[in-house]
Structure formats: structure tokens, C-alpha cells
């Protein structure tokens, strides 16, 4: 009756057997064309280090002037932009000006990239049911895995560094503004798409001046979720190397320094919520005018 007790499996060899076969197959895969990949990311390592020197080395007062203004263009806001520069100083304050402006350039990049292969992703999965067919489970899987998990292929291949810490928040953090653009495409009133028909549109023109416009307020909601969990991913990407704020935080867990990981911990927060209110009131200025715009 051992069967109805113990749940059949392959059998620890041929389990063993299995996982021996795939981890040496990606390593060969590694060892054959590791080097290839890397030169690939080569762009994308160089845009990561001149973002973090720009941060860390341009004087702290003209920092505080571009954030205030970047912040008062998107929110309107001064209440938002002055809460913005006072958290900045506060962290400043701290002793962590650098590491802030480190994670803050990590999270630029990232969310950088998230876009640029984002949206056209969320584009095509909008214009076809097929596409969205097969990308949906991907992105389930990208959502659901561990982020752990992630760094195990990369750093196989990358090594220990900036690339691999950043590729992973890459990962983690792709999926909403992938989602939000397709969802925000198909959510675009059939109505005002024939009326495009009508005028003699082309696909492109379509896509360009009225879906586009019309989706804007819900890729922002994508762009902030995406922002929102590069950061959350910090500490996950200092254990492979991705310095900043995480890294801090990582050194406080293991040494078990409880001041430093509330303070660094919080640092994280305040640049949350400075991305957070900025983005969400800019999409919130974009929903108002796409409500005057178009009724």
C-alpha cells in the first residue's frame, strides 16, 4: 500500500540523471558563448556606469536642482516637489547621499530598458491575440518565479557584476508596463477607431495618434509599478555585485546591524516615493487631459 502513501516519482538517479544532463548542457552553453553574450551587454554596462558616475559625481546641489525641476514638470505640484527635495536632503544628511544616487541611477537604467522593450512587447501583444497567447505565460512565470531564481543563469553567465544584478530587475520588472500597454491599447474605444478608419488612418497613424495617446494614463500606471519593483529588487541585486542602498542593507543583515538596515531600508522608501508621486501625478495630469481632449 505504499503507493497510495508515497507519491511516485522518476527515481533519485534518473532525477539526478536529468539535472546533471540540463546543468551540463548550460554550461557548455556558457562556456561556448558566454563571452558572445557579454559583448552584447556591453552598451548596456556602459550606460549603467556613466549613469552612476553622472549621479555620483555631479555636485550635490545641481542633483537636488534637476530632481526638483524633473519632479515639478511631471506632478504640478509643490507640495510634491518640495517633499521630494527634503527626503533627498534628509538621506543626505544620513550619510547616504552616494548610495542613493547609485540605486536611483540602477533604477533608471532599468526602468530605461523596461520601456524600450516593454512597450513594443505590450504593442504587439495588443495587436494580436496569438502573441498575447504565448507571451501571457511568459510573463506569468516572470512574475511568479522567485527572484532568486533569476540570478542563477545570469550569473553563469555574466559573472559577478553591475550587468547580471541589473538583467535581473530587468526581468522582475518588465512585466507591468508589458501588461499595461497591452491592456491600455485594447481598452480604446471602437468608436473612436473607426472614426480613425474613417478619416483614412493607416495602421501606424492609428497606432501613433490615437491609441497611443488614449493608453498613455494606463502605461504610466505600468511605468510606476515597474519603477516600483526595480527598487524593491535592490537588495536581491547587491548579492551579485549592483552597489547602492541594497548593498547596505545586505551588510546589515549579515553583520546584523540593525541601524544601518532601517536607515538604508528607509532611504529605499523615500526614493519610492518620490518616483511613485511623481509618476502617478503625471499620470494623472495625462488622464485629465485625455478626459478634455477627447471627452
Known sequence: M????EFPDLGTSTLRNIRLTVDGAFRDFTRAYGESIELLFEPVKWFLINSENFMTDMPWPLILGIVAVLVWIASRSWKITLSSVVVLIVIGL??????????????????????????????????????????????????????????????????????????????????PIIRLTNLGIRLVDKDVLEAADAFGSSSWQRLKNVQMPLALPTIMAGINQTIMMALAMVVVASMVGVQGLGQQVLRAINNQYFTLGVLN???????????????????????????????
Open 94 to 175: 544620513f550619510g547616504m547621499w552616494e548610495d542613493t544616487m547609485k540605486t536611483i541611477a540602477m533604477t533608471f537604467v532599468a526602468t530605461v530598458l523596461a520601456i524600450i522593450f516593454g512597450i513594443p512587447i505590450g504593442i504587439g501583444m495588443s495587436r494580436s491575440n496569438r502573441v498575447q497567447s504565448v507571451v501571457n505565460p511568459i510573463l506569468d512565470i516572470m512574475q511568479t518565479m522567485p527572484s532568486f531564481v533569476y540570478l542563477i543563469p545570469v550569473i553563469m553567465l555574466f559573472g559577478i557584476g553591475k550587468v547580471p544584478g541589473l538583467i535581473a530587475v530587468i526581468i522582475y520588472a518588465i512585466p
Open 265 to 295: 531600508g528607509l532611504a529605499i522608501v523615500g526614493v519610492a516615493i518620490i518616483f511613485d508621486r511623481a509618476s502617478q501625478a503625471y499620470g494623472q495630469r495625462l488622464q485629465r487631459h485625455t478626459e478634455v481632449v477627447h471627452g
Open 2 to 5: 505504499e503507493w497510495l502513501t
